[in-house]
T-cell receptor, first 114, second 111 residues
């Protein structure tokens, strides 16, 4: 069964360092998302991406965040200068259609900022 | 602030019983509603979507939507211990790609 894959599964970094989280969406999907979940809290939307551009972003997705689809398969989230409060599980998701809520999530990348 | 509210639980039911999970939302214009299941330490997994008032059944799961009351529910019949998880209600506000998630209801099915 096709799945969304994410790497790394866990990354520990020092505050102020740059982090890149990688995702390979399901191959025929066209819509890509990043969500995050701070431990014990709600799943929160960060950004959606379609046709090689950001289609929507949340207030969380400020200038320290960026997304990129560098080739035909990978979808990356970059955090330029990590803060302690960026510690969370980051989920990549993809969707085949414009039905925006029917998402397939990856297993997540746990980011720990020290 | 558009919100999705759920009782955090835990909701404890015996094996074989019906589990009833509820969710309310504040944006009256919302049109799309989803239930995701999240096992501890895992990612959300879509269980049900519902777009029209009324009931939608899929196997042991029934989603119910009442837009006038801004209320969505999920019924799980013949609950199994493997159903023990956190159930997330998610709403798609009108004109937006983002999903707004509730904080989830933790369900415990006792063998």
């Amino acid at each position: 069964e096709p799945e969304v894959t994410q790497t790394p599964s866990h990354q520990v970094t020092q505050m102020g360092q740059e982090v890149i989280l990688r995702c390979v969406p399901i191959s025929n999907h066209l819509y890509f998302y990043w969500y995050r979940q701070i431990l014990g809290q709600k799943v929160e939307f960060l950004v959606s991406f379609y046709n090689n551009e950001i289609s929507e972003k949340s207030e969380i997705f400020d200038d320290q965040f960026s997304v990129e689809r560098p080739d035909g398969s990978n979808f990356t989230l970059k955090i330029r200068s990590t803060k302690l409060e960026d510690s969370a599980m980051y989920f990549c998701a993809s969707s085949a259609t414009s039905v925006t809520g029917e998402l397939f999530f990856g297993e997540g990348s746990r980011l720990t900022v020290l | 602030q558009k919100e999705v509210e759920q009782n955090s639980g835990p909701l404890s039911v015996p094996e074989g019983a019906i589990a009833s999970l509820n969710c309310t939302y504040s944006d009256r214009g919302s049109q799309s509603f989803f239930w995701y299941r999240q096992y501890s330490g895992k990612s959300p997994e879509l269980i049900m979507s519902i777009y029209s008032n009324g009931d939608k059944e899929d196997g042991r799961f029934t989603a119910q939507l009442n837009k006038a009351s801004q209320y969505v529910s999920l019924l799980i019949r013949d609950s199994q211990p493997s159903d023990s998880a956190t159930y997330l209600c998610a709403v798609n506000p009108p004109g937006r790609r983002a999903l707004t998630f509730g904080s989830g209801t933790r369900l415990q099915v006792q063998p």
